[in-house]
């Protein structure tokens, strides 16, 4: 007997007899339909309807962890918009002047812009009074490295030009210890008013307050802090903007602000011809209203040691100081307490000697006066 042998392609069936010259035949479709199993032809849709069914679980499952995790946080945003106090267009209502720009309102930085009028700035209301005038601008800021933060807990504080009878005067950054837990560094500024140029010191607060929209760097970029936040207890540094060494200080992350603007022109002064034009905004409005404490005595001490060095002076040095900054941190004072919001332009919280204990826990820092001597490789992490 020949054996016989089923060959399908892929039109039809055909029975072929080995060794045979005869012509094979085709089967009749109607046949091959009847000896088909019919269960193929209902397999889409059974997997049609299972794919459905396991979506509708997943979806299911989703909700309800999404249910269970309302406080997750977001991974893309900057953790240090907690340093922003909570605003809304609503609290901008006393202020003096145009509107914010809602491109700058709600936690952008300003730009350097110099256009506009120069009327004088009137933002009494969202600052302290100024304790130095002078008849003409601060210089430009200077270009310095900031030295290695001596441990946990410390806060930058940038430098900043001061005025003497003799000229401005750079008062070099430090890192600070704060005077409470939470507290956060708003930096002072100048700015023009009545055709003279005003310095209003910084403070200290839970939130960061206005500051004349000046880029000192360092996460300072003239709206907020950038450099780090407060977590549980503990201050968080930022190692875009800071110099932290992560064997003496563990709490770090690392978010750089992708197309941030640098402060190419380094203005240091608000208002005025070719000051940075840019008034309070809502948040900085709204941490206005919020309990602080004026700079520490420590803090005092530190600018008036600088008063009296001719290295420090502008018509000396030509706008580089001897000391931009110094490595030895600055202790906070003791029992310092914020102020309400009355209290604006009142008497200092009652302030007794600086503290030696309770301090946040130092690393190893250096000694010397000047950052660029004691650290002469730091990274300059201004913008």
């Known amino acids: 007997m020949n054996a016989e042998a089923l060959r399908y392609d892929s039109r039809q069936f055909v029975k072929i007899h080995r060794g045979s010259k005869r012509k094979p035949f085709a089967l009749h479709p109607i046949s091959l339909e009847k000896n088909m199993s019919p269960i193929p032809r209902f397999m889409p849709w059974v997997s049609l309807a299972l794919a459905a069914a396991l979506c509708v679980a997943g979806c299911h499952n989703n909700q309800n962890q999404a249910a269970s995790t309302p406080n997750s946080p977001d991974q893309s945003q900057d953790p240090a918009q907690a340093n922003l106090a909570p605003a809304s267009y609503n609290t901008d209502s006393t202020a003096s002047g145009p509107a914010p720009s809602s491109d700058n309102s709600q936690g952008q930085p300003p730009s350097d812009s110099t256009s506009g009028s120069y009327a004088p700035s009137d933002n009494s209301g969202y600052e302290e009074p100024p304790v130095a005038t002078a008849p003409q601008p601060p210089p430009a800021l200077p270009d310095y490295q900031q030295p290695p933060c001596p441990g946990d807990g410390y806060i930058w504080t940038p430098g900043y030009w001061n005025y003497a009878p003799t000229g401005y005067y750079w008062v070099p950054g430090a890192w600070v210890a704060p005077p409470y837990q939470g507290a956060l560094w708003t930096p002072g500024y100048w700015d023009y008013s009545g055709s ?33 936040y407060w977590n549980s207890g503990h201050f968080t540094y930022n190692r875009a903007y800071n110099n932290v060494n992560t064997t003496v200080i563990h709490n770090v992350y690392n978010y750089n602000v992708v197309n941030r603007t640098n402060n190419v022109t380094r203005i240091s002064f608000n208002g005025g011809p070719g000051g940075v034009q840019v008034r309070p905004r809502p948040v900085e409005m709204a941490a206005s209203r919020e309990p602080y404490a004026p700079r520490m005595s420590t803090q005092v001490s530190h600018e008036q040691s600088f008063r009296t060095d001719r290295g420090q002076f502008a018509t000396t040095n030509q706008g580089r100081p001897n000391n931009m900054a110094i490595s030895r941190p600055i202790q906070a004072d003791r029992n310092v307490r914020p102020m309400p919001p009355q209290a604006r332009g009142g008497p200092a919280p009652r302030q007794g000697p600086s503290r030696p204990e309770a301090q946040p826990q130092r690393g190893n820092p250096g000694r010397g006066n000047s950052a660029q001597h004691g650290n002469p490789h730091a990274e300059d992490r201004r913008n």
Do not use: K
Request: glycine share 36%; hydrophobic share 20%; no cysteine.
């Open 196 to 228: 003279r140029y005003g310095f209003h010191p910084g403070h200290w607060g839970t939130h960061i307050g206005y500051y004349g929209g000046i880029n000192y760097g360092f996460g300072y970029v003239g709206l907020g802090y950038e450099g780090g």
